[in-house]
């Protein structure tokens, strides 16, 4: 269990997160969704301990994330594996290197020094990238990948620091509905596969619909929405967006409402 008590994060004047209370149980496949602007990459990054709350907790189990320092935050964010909007690969790197990188918080410095990887991490890698179908590509240098390519040996750079936590930041928004459709593929099976707890900030109100089973709503650093995604009506996506409603997905008000009706449907005839 994950537990966020009070948690804020000030940039100056600015209050990007204000005062979160929020518990997400292991396992769950979580959306957080929102204008730009809202607060949910703040939000990740905190999380991950990448950037510093200004007040509250993060508590994992009984553990103090907050408190974490040293070797303790370094295991901290080995758990809690970031996934970025652009990739973050070593682009000069074959793809079976940039993958092996997500071992570093498992090894020494001193081998992390000679870049000597152990067999067993070298195979751990290559069954990451065999399951994303993108083992036919590890010789390759990233840079030379599709977008969607680059983001699944990300996803496998994930994998293989044998999370507890998967944070993805914009997966796929900088992707094609293709491409965004095979990541968003992959992480929902690791979600149900693996029982990874996936934390997902997603601009789409389609997808996030699609493939969450819980939805986190924010505006102006706060939660104004929290439940399953048949809960989250046009209107409450409106009032969410703004004038951004369209821009998230025209469509996406209409799917809501669709999917709401839809579980509706299925309880009257369960009771029945």
């Known amino acids: 269990m994950l537990r966020i008590e009070g948690l804020t994060k000030r940039f100056g004047g600015n209050t990007a997160v204000d005062h979160l209370d929020l518990s997400i149980p292991k396992g769950e496949m979580v959306g957080v969704i929102g204008r730009s602007g809202a607060g949910k990459s703040t939000l990740l990054r905190m999380l991950n301990r990448l950037s510093e709350p200004s007040a509250g907790r993060i508590l994992s189990g009984e553990r103090d994330v907050t408190a974490l320092r040293g070797a303790a935050l370094r295991a901290w964010r080995r758990d809690t594996a970031m996934i970025f909007q652009q990739f973050n690969l070593v682009g000069r790197l074959d793809v079976l290197t940039n993958v092996l990188l997500g071992r570093l918080n498992h ?10 990887f152990a067999q067993d991490d070298k195979i751990r890698a290559i069954a990451a990238l065999e399951r994303l179908d993108m083992g036919h590509l590890l010789a390759q240098r990233a840079e030379t ?24 930041d914009e997966p796929i928004a900088s992707l094609d509905p293709r491409n965004s459709q095979i990541v968003m593929d992959a992480l929902f099976r690791i979600n149900r596969e693996d029982g990874i707890t996936v934390i997902s900030n997603l601009h789409h109100l389609d997808i996030a619909a699609k ?16 439940g399953p995604p048949h809960a989250l009506t046009g209107a409450i996506a409106a009032e969410l967006y703004g004038i ?16 709401a ?10 009771v029945a």
């Open 261 to 270: 009706s839809s579980e509706a449907r299925r309880a009257r005839q369960n």
């Open 145 to 168: 990948l599709s977008g969607g390519q680059q983001q699944r040996v990300a996803i496998a750079r994930a994998l293989v620091q044998e999370p507890q936590i998967i944070l993805a």
């Open 107 to 116: 090894r020494s410095a001193a081998l992390t020094l000679v870049k000597s």
């Open 211 to 226: 493939y969450c089973d819980r939805l986190i709503g924010m505006a102006a650093g706060r939660i104004v929405f929290d």
């Open 244 to 259: 951004e409603a369209k821009d998230a997905g025209a469509e996406a008000l209409d799917a809501l409402d669709a999917i």
